[in-house]
């Protein structure tokens, strides 16, 4: 045996062992991607989930434990499978809600990794796309995959299901990001708002210091005339995991660079609110707390200036690899410098300071990042333009689709884009969008691309809307509502070797329909009161959802 014919073949076995072969290739481990692979394995399809960090489930496992559910009648299959399971950690059946809508991150993730090493798939961890150049298509198909560390993976069918959508992206799909006008799609809701009456300043303040400059936090940039379109998005934070049981306390971290200076605004906001409310401010009105068990709660932005970083993710959506870094570790900053303002400067009320210092980073959550979660909440990146843009009036006047795979009921939820200093020379917040829906159907075109541009991809979460109706949709359990009609589709779609924009949309909706998901409304007083669901395991594939009457 030559030299030659043995490098030859250790070559090959390199080759091999890098370049593997799947039906589907999911990217991106956010609930919408485990749902998505999940589903495809299930209906016998050899499945990947590439993840780019270290931790499966995005938001619901990266610290959105108080779940925005909307309607709960409206949540079906796999998505309700997820929390029916968690409830079973917590013994909820005990109290006659066997499903559980609020929980520790922790116990979240380990229920999604057993449900996807029940399914079949092949999860892997720290593979992140190359940069760039990560894609390669034959014609209107993608073929292989590349990641940055090497690791080629070649696949019938792909399922980009990141926030950031990188793979829709160098496939070459339509995209846009930011907010467009009101003229582009007849929608009231569009552009830069006109009025924004929720998370606002209530009290004048003053957006500059002595010698007249702008106050840190402060945009100095054009705000835009109401209704005109932008490339500005919904701001970002961490929902903080926190506990008050002392035993479990971490201290609030005090980051690196930390600047009291740079939190001039909120001090001058605690100021205001003490002197109109004559008492100061309790913890709840600068930061929302949800309680979770065991002594946790899941903190989120609450008032004016609270844990969103208003106006400095502008460039995130489209960003590149670096840039994005940049952006999340000055979330991180901004962020933990916030509670460790709250908690440490002598500006702050003693009693509001003592309040904040009753809570801190749990021990026992998130390990690997000292207790910060390890997902920033992307709420808003980049969007498909595919087949069907789903619009405002999709959510409001025609709420029904022939192709619907599932329901919608979330308000019209966009965080604000801009803070300024408005013409009275005093602080001003801009964006903020709380409009109720009634539920709604959910078409599957919203996950398509267009068919002249790539015939097998799905795209369950950077998905086809425009900025207002994307603000409804682009909640979790509704990620993994269309992951689990992209798992389907995508079997289908293999099954008769057929573009995914032409599987039969009846099978998929009857496929759906025996595995749970909800394509109806109907009002249920006992969910109301009490989200009563009961399970029913099938003998052979997925757990099935029945409503008790």
Known sequence: MSFRFIATMLACAGLCAAQQQFDLVVYGGTAGGVATAISGARHGLKTVLLEPRKHVGGMVTGGLSRTDVGRREVIGGLSLEFYYRVGERYEMRRFNNPVAWFYEPKVGEAVMRDMLREAGVTVLYDHLLQEKTGVRRDGARITEITMTNGAKFRGRMFADCTYEGDLMAQAKVSYTWGRESMAQYGESLAGVRDKTPKHQFLVNISGKDDQGNVLPEISTGP???????????????????????????????????????????????????????????????????????????????????????????????????????????????????????????????????????????????????????????????????????????????????????????????????????????????????????????????????????????????????????????????????????AGVAASLALRDNKAVQEISVPELQKVLKSEAAVFEFVKNEQIDAFGILSRKATPKGPATFNREQ
């Not at 939190?263 to 605690?270: D, G, T």
């Not at 599932?406 to 884009?417: E, P, R, T, V």
């Not at 969008?433 to 979460?461: D, G, S, T, W």
């Open 223 to 485: 705000v835009g005339q109401p209704g005109a379109a932008d490339k500005k998005v919904q701001a970002y934070n961490f929902r903080v995991i926190a506990t008050n049981v002392p035993e479990n306390r971490i201290a609030w971290p005090k980051p690196n660079g930390y600047d009291p200076k740079r939190y001039e605004l909120m001090a001058r906001l605690v100021q205001g609110m003490t002197k109109k409310l004559n008492r100061a401010p309790v913890f709840q009105e600068v930061t929302l707390i949800a309680l979770i068990p065991n002594g946790k709660a899941d903190f989120n932005n609450q008032g004016a200036f609270s844990s969103d970083y208003i106006g400095k993710n502008y460039a995130y959506p489209d960003g590149s690899y670096a840039e994005r870094a940049r952006i999340w570790q000055e979330h991180v900053d901004y962020q933990q410098g916030m509670y460790y303002f709250l908690a440490t400067d002598p500006r702050i009320p003693q009693s509001l300071r003592d309040e904040v210092n009753q809570w801190g980073l749990p021990k026992d959550e998130y390990q690997d990042t000292g207790g910060w979660p390890h997902q920033l909440y992307v709420r808003e990146a980049r969007r498909m333009v595919g087949e069907f843009v789903v619009t405002q009036k999709d959510l409001q006047t025609e709420r029904t689709k022939p192709d619907v795979i599932g329901m919608g009921s979330y308000n019209s939820d966009s965080h604000n884009l801009q803070r300024f200093i408005n013409k009275d020379g005093f602080v001003e917040n801009e964006g903020d969008m709380q409009v109720p829906v009634q539920p709604y159907q959910i078409p599957f075109r919203v996950m398509l691309p267009k068919r002249a541009e790539v015939q097998n991809l799905l795209v369950p979460v950077c998905f086809s809307a425009t900025h207002v109706a994307y603000s409804s949709l682009r909640m979790e359990p509704q990620y993994m509502i269309l992951g689990h009609a």
